[in-house]
């Protein structure tokens, strides 16, 4: 176990320190058919109520979807994607103290999103989908987070999978850095993410959990999302998404004492508890903080 790389994300609205604290980066899904939120917060004023939820249980960042990128989701156009997403980023304005992302691979998408206030962009298809998005993000100074994903949601687990997944996940990571380095994007602007459940195998998945440190020899911060994934249901013999809290929890730990800087939950208010312990694993000879005051 080594302690984590400091790094600095700039937002428009202030600077992220990375590598101290883990950040929580709380879920919001606007899609109907997410696969484990799916339809329970489409309607704008449902997503909002839920951003406002996620940020008092102790939400660094907010993550905001309009598509779903389950295995077999079906895509949808840009167009569709921002009628999902600017009603709750506009209604979100001023209301939230916490950054918001956006969690697209569509640069249009993108650039409405950052114009509606998004100050971070999640790409789970690292730069593949679009490219454009990279100008993007240079153009409007947004940080970058660059997921790993082998194929694409339609095929993904269904396609072979990689014979040896951590080269294949670093290959794909170093070749999504490598273009918004060349579209202009700040180094320390980029995030990397190894993608858990995006075209890998059960056991591929623990494996880059076990192996996360030689993803943070590339000397970027690390996201890791495994929030109830189906990887999570299988090694509990079936468990359904509501009832994987638990076996997140053991992924989300695994994640920040393997190297993780950020840690992308659905279940933010337990997580977070799960975040400050392993912090504290991390750097056993700190002080505990000072309870709340009463
Ligand atoms: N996982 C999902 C979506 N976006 N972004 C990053 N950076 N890393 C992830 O692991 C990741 C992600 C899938 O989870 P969810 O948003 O809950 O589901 P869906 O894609 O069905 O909306």
């Known amino acids: 176990m080594r302690l984590r790389k400091k790094f600095t994300l700039w937002l428009p609205s202030r600077r992220l320190v990375l590598g101290e604290r883990t950040l929580v980066m709380g879920v919001l899904n606007v899609t109907p058919d997410s696969f484990s939120d799916g339809?329970?917060?489409?309607?704008?004023?449902?997503?909002?109520?839920?951003?406002?939820?996620?940020?008092?249980?102790?939400?660094?960042?907010?993550?905001?979807?309009?598509?779903?990128?389950?295995?077999?989701?079906?895509?949808?156009?840009?167009?569709?994607?921002?009628?999902?997403?600017?009603?709750v980023l506009e209604k979100l304005r001023?209301?939230?103290?916490?950054?918001?992302?956006?969690?697209?691979?569509?640069?249009?998408?993108?650039?409405?999103?950052?114009g509606a206030g998004a100050e971070i962009l999640n790409?789970?298809?690292?730069?593949?989908?679009?490219?454009?998005?990279a100008e993007v993000a240079r153009r409007r100074r947004r940080p970058l987070i660059l997921m790993h994903m082998r194929g694409e949601p339609r095929t993904m687990q269904k396609t072979p999978f990689a014979r040896d997944v951590l080269r294949d996940v670093t290959a794909g990571l170093r070749r999504a850095a490598a273009t918004a380095r060349r579209a202009g994007v700040a180094k320390s602007q980029i995030v990397l993410d190894p993608g858990i459940g995006f075209g890998k195998s059960y056991a591929q998945n623990f494996e880059l959990l076990a192996r996360l440190p030689e993803l943070a020899r590339l000397g970027f911060p690390l996201l890791v999302g495994t929030s109830r994934k189906s990887f999570i249901g299988q090694a509990?013999?079936?468990?359904?998404?509501?009832?994987?809290?638990?076996?997140?929890?053991?992924?989300?730990?695994?994640?920040?004492?393997?190297?993780?800087?950020?840690?992308?939950?659905?279940?933010?208010?337990?997580?977070?508890?799960?975040?400050?312990?392993?912090?504290?694993?991390?750097?056993?000879?700190l002080a505990a903080p000072r309870p709340p005051s009463q």
């Open 94 to 114: 001023g209301r939230l103290s916490i950054p918001v992302s956006v969690d697209t691979s569509k640069a249009e998408v993108a650039e409405a999103a950052a």
């Open 236 to 285: 509990l013999g079936g468990a359904p998404e509501a009832e994987r809290a638990w076996g997140t929890a053991a992924t989300v730990a695994a994640s920040i004492l393997g190297g993780a800087h950020i840690v992308r939950v659905h279940d933010v208010a337990e997580m977070a508890q799960v975040a400050r312990v392993a912090d504290a694993i991390l750097r056993p000879g």
């Open 39 to 87: 339809g329970v917060y489409f309607g704008a004023d449902a997503a909002v109520a839920r951003a406002i939820e996620l940020e008092r249980a102790g939400a660094d960042i907010l993550d905001i979807g309009g598509e779903s990128t389950r295995p077999g989701a079906q895509a949808i156009s840009a167009e569709e994607e921002r009628r999902r997403i600017l009603p």
């Open 123 to 133: 790409d789970v298809t690292g730069l593949r989908a679009d490219p454009r998005l």
